[in-house]
């Protein structure tokens, strides 16, 4: 029996480079080896989104063309949505009776999102998220969760309330495990914090050409690089943080030049658009392919939903049964 994956992101915009590196080209290299289950978290989109569904509708698409373009073979790989498996909310219900508001107001993600989003009085679907995505990974017996490093207090609580349940109850929960990119989180294109599409300095996997090249050009720096013959660092320029993953090759001559004052940031700048360019080629093609056959697209999510239902559907006819309030059989 292969090991479980379940992994996936909320349908707020489409991904961006950073997600790619982050999570999704993990997700590309384990699926041969692992049952792998993708979830467009549309729920816990709600959470800070829900005054604007129409968005999130159209996002779960996207995100579902993001997923497929970038490798994701529906074949072997299940996509979902969360949405259409209530029994993930009835699970939460379970989970959130032992879980404290302590655990949640001290989670350093909440924190930084609320901060993000300017929240001083938190709802209590925002606060109780992490525990909805607790159960996201327990109802269908995820062994590992590749995710970026800001996911990992979530999956730490996860570990706790499988731990609390199958103390409580009965030992018929897994406790998963996170799986870290071994690429750290990319910067935006401004230079600061993460890529984020409030931020407006991402570059997005479907983008064009042109606008990944006319983005880097806008791209931040070694700001006290002022003129082509200033010596540059590449150890603090956003530019250069992008040759180091999506150039690899060249990244070590073009950082002893930019040191040496050997190569100016416009060229500097145009060699990694070709670069990112050509990494995003098959994904574009991958992406326009499915987006001519979106009847595809949409079976993909339906039979993929249907199926983790039934899934889902057994793991909670266990929980209730563990937790002792299974009255018929
Ligand atoms: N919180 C994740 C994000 O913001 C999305 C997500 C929802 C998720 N449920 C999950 C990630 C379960 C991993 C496992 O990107």
Redesign the pocket.
Same mark, same amino acid.
């Given at each position: 029996m292969k090991k479980r994956i379940?992994?996936?992101?909320?349908p707020t915009s489409r991904l961006h480079i950073g997600h790619y590196v982050g999570s999704l080209q993990n997700r590309v290299k384990l699926q041969s080896d692992y049952e792998t289950f993708i %979830?467009i978290?549309d729920i *816990?989109a709600l959470t800070t989104h829900f005054k604007e569904p129409d968005m999130l509708k159209k996002n779960v698409y996207e995100v579902a063309l993001d997923n497929l373009a970038v490798g994701i073979n529906p074949e072997i790989s299940t996509l979902f949505i969360q949405s259409m498996i209530p029994q993930i909310a009835e699970l939460t219900i379970y989970f959130s009776m032992f879980t404290t508001v302590n655990m949640l107001k001290h989670n350093p993600t909440i924190k930084a999102e609320a901060s993000q989003y300017g929240y001083t009085d938190l709802n209590y679907g925002f606060l109780g998220y992490p525990v909805s995505?607790a159960a996201? %990974?327990t109802f269908c017996r995820a062994d590992l =969760?590749p =995710?970026g490093e800001d *996911?990992l207090p979530?999956i730490e609580l996860t570990r706790k309330l499988v731990r609390r349940f199958n103390d409580l109850y009965k030992p018929i929960l897994i406790e998963p495990e996170a799986l870290l990119s071994s690429c750290s989180r990319l910067v935006g294109l401004d230079g600061n914090s993460k890529m984020s599409k409030s931020l407006k300095n991402s570059i997005y996997l479907a983008d064009t050409e042109e606008e990944v090249k006319s983005k880097i050009k806008g791209a931040v720096t070694d700001s006290n690089r002022v003129t082509i013959r200033d010596k540059g660092n590449p150890d603090i320029c956003t530019v250069f943080s992008y040759h180091r993953v999506f150039n690899e090759n060249e990244s070590y001559n073009i950082y002893e030049m930019c040191k040496n004052a050997g190569i100016g940031c416009a060229a500097c700048k145009k060699n990694l658009s070709k670069a990112l360019n050509e990494t995003l080629a098959p994904i574009r093609e991958r992406r326009s392919y499915y987006e001519n056959n979106i009847k595809r697209v949409k079976d993909i999510l339906y039979f993929g939903s249907e199926k983790v239902r039934r899934a889902a559907d057994e793991t909670l006819d266990e929980v209730k049964d563990a937790v002792g309030i299974k009255y018929f059989k």
């Open positions: 379940l992994t996936g992101d909320r %979830i978290a *816990q995505q996201d %990974i =969760v =995710v *996911q979530h």
